[in-house]
């Protein structure tokens, strides 16, 4: 792997825009700013981030529950993020999907889902669009570790295999599906069961490290986009926040130890601590990214409390598609 040094830098900005993003988001949550809750991804960055950078820009992705992050990975533009998560027009689905149903086709992002599951057939789907188009695009179906067991996953595996389609499925094991456990509820790890599908399954350890789930993904990506098939990837990873912010369950599922030694990992001062230990940034300019990140999440912030809210009238709006013209049957 011999990554250009604007493009290293970069991914240090894109982890830095999903932190202070998802921040912000947790402190507008608390004071009332955003309807219902939201599902950060700080402490995750460098899977995500690892993960969308190793992409194309045309290829598509789908998320989860826990999705800001993925568009922001991918490159989207915060104001219209932001302006989503509090219901305004402006926002990437004008206001209708919230944190939990947002997407931004200007990035890839068809979408993600409060359903356990429910967008990897999405991305399967897409996958086969593109083998018949041609098109050479490569989808990226994200679901977490409380999704490894669902049905879905496994029927768009099996499809995926058999007909080949460019598609990589990528678990993001955070170890815990709302306070369950992983070890509780999945035998063995989630990668190893790619062999039953006849697909490769990689699973990424050190999940913490952006390099090495760009280069895993990356090569993932690689195989698809050449005619190889699928591939199932497992990132071992961590939420340092509650599963959703505002949540009380009245026990401490996580032990203080556990979360302490994983806050430790975070990806964001281990991938600074590398950036300037190999020469190519230093504490200065990373001081600086950071207070230029802030500004811009801060200036996400004013573009959604200066917009407007929908019209009315829009809730009518996007509910059906134009009647699609079919041929005649021979």
């Given at each position: ?247 009380r369950l009245g026990v401490d599922y996580r032990d203080a130890s ?73």
């Open positions: 792997m011999n990554l250009q040094k604007d493009v290293l830098l970069e991914m240090q900005r894109r982890m830095l825009r999903i932190r202070r993003f998802d921040e912000r988001c947790s402190k507008m949550v608390r004071f009332g700013q955003i309807p219902g809750t939201v599902h950060t991804s700080i402490g995750q960055e460098a899977q995500v981030v690892g993960a969308t950078m190793a992409l194309d820009d045309g290829d598509y992705m789908t998320g989860n529950h826990r999705s800001h992050g993925h568009p922001i990975g991918k490159g989207s533009r915060l104001g219209p993020l932001m302006a989503e998560l509090v219901g305004k027009a402006t926002g990437v689905c004008g206001g209708k999907g919230g944190s939990l149903h947002l997407a931004d086709f200007s990035v890839g992002s068809l979408g993600e889902s409060g359903i356990v599951g429910s967008s990897i057939p999405i991305a399967t789907g897409a996958a086969l669009t593109a083998r018949i188009k041609k098109t050479g695009q490569v989808a990226l179906a994200f679901f977490g570790d409380g999704a490894a067991n669902q049905g879905g996953l496994y029927e768009s595996m099996n499809l995926a295999s058999i007909w080949g389609l460019p598609v990589v499925f990528l678990c993001e094991n955070n170890q815990y599906a709302l306070s369950t456990p992983a070890r509780t509820v999945t035998a063995g790890s989630v990668a190893e069961r790619a062999s039953g599908f006849g697909m490769q399954g990689v699973r990424v350890e050190d999940g913490q490290d952006v390099l090495k789930v760009f280069e895993s993904v990356r090569r993932a990506v690689n195989r698809a986009r050449a005619g190889k098939g699928p591939t199932l990837v497992e990132v071992v990873t961590y939420r340092f926040n509650e599963h959703s912010e505002g949540l556990e979360k302490e030694r994983w806050k430790a990992r975070d990806p964001i001062a281990i991938f600074r601590a590398w950036l300037v230990g190999n020469g190519l940034a230093d504490d200065d300019a990373m001081d600086a990214m950071d207070a230029a990140v802030l500004q811009e999440v801060e200036e996400a912030v004013r573009f959604a409390e200066n917009s407007p809210d929908p019209d009315t009238a829009a809730a009518f709006e996007d509910l059906y598609t134009n009647p699609v013209e079919t041929l005649p049957c021979l």
